[in-house]
């Protein structure tokens, strides 16, 4: 049983084209987030929701938004992609109550062309 | 501003040594330091982790040892094997937004262990 999983694994577009990506969790975690990493690995924290409720945006561009419909799922929504999208973006979650554990999935690799 | 600082960038090591790896924070919010484990093609898992009441922490052959007058905590490695190589990420957090909070992560080093 995967406990993060995301789809797809791996996602070739062009540039100009709106894509999403999504994101499960069966662990019963109530607060869950999406990171990006970049080409030098870098771990970047995007957006955390709790409760279908946004609690951390950071300086993002609009054209990436989350949409969470219930709270096992977090799904990622980017528009108008652009050649500096590419990267790796991986879902997580946390259960709110234990700040720790956080179980990450296995990363969409995300190819903009 | 880059709030965790993780050295070094890539590190090589012989097995059976020790592989040393450290990060240093800035912000005195933080109560929660977890070291994460990436080999290639996976997502980061968690290796092991510390709060700032205790200044060591052992699990196997992983050990955090933390300072918090100084900001710093770093992951030692003992008798380091092939299958350590990975990438290793230091990270923190804290409460901040509603009582929900990320980690903010250092950037990674790149450790290999010689055979």
């Known amino acids: 049983d995967t406990a993060v999983s995301q789809t797809p694994k791996y996602l070739v577009t062009q540039m100009g084209n709106d894509k999403s990506i999504k994101c499960e969790q069966n662990?019963?975690?109530?607060?869950m987030y999406w990171y990006k990493q970049d080409s030098k690995k870098f771990l970047k924290i995007m957006f955390s929701y709790n409760n279908k409720e946004l609690i951390i945006n950071e300086t993002v561009p609009n054209r990436f938004s989350p949409k969470s419909p219930d709270k096992a799922h977090l799904n990622l929504h980017i528009n108008s992609l652009e050649l500096g999208d590419s990267a790796v973006y991986f879902c997580?979650?946390?259960?709110?109550?234990?700040?720790?554990?956080?179980?990450f999935g296995s990363g969409t690799r995300l190819t903009v062309v | 501003q880059q709030q965790v600082k993780q050295s070094p960038q890539s590190l090589i090591v012989q097995k059976g040594g020790i592989s040393i790896i450290n990060c240093a924070y800035e912000?005195?919010?933080?109560?929660?330091f977890p070291w994460y484990q990436q080999f290639p093609g996976k997502g980061p898992a968690l290796l092991i982790a510390?709060?700032?009441?205790?200044s060591e922490k052992k699990e196997g052959r992983f050990t955090i040892s933390f300072n918090k007058s100084a900001k710093q905590f770093s992951l030692h490695i003992m008798d380091s094997q092939p299958g350590d190589s990975a990438t290793y990420f230091c990270a923190a957090s804290g409460v901040r937004g509603g009582g929900a909070d990320g980690l903010t992560f250092g950037k990674g080093t790149h450790l290999i262990i010689q055979p």
């Open positions: 662990l019963g975690h109530d607060t």
């Open positions: 510390i709060r700032p009441d205790v």
């Open positions: 912000n005195t919010a933080f109560d929660y």
């Open positions: 997580a979650s946390r259960d709110r109550g234990v700040r720790s554990y956080y179980t």
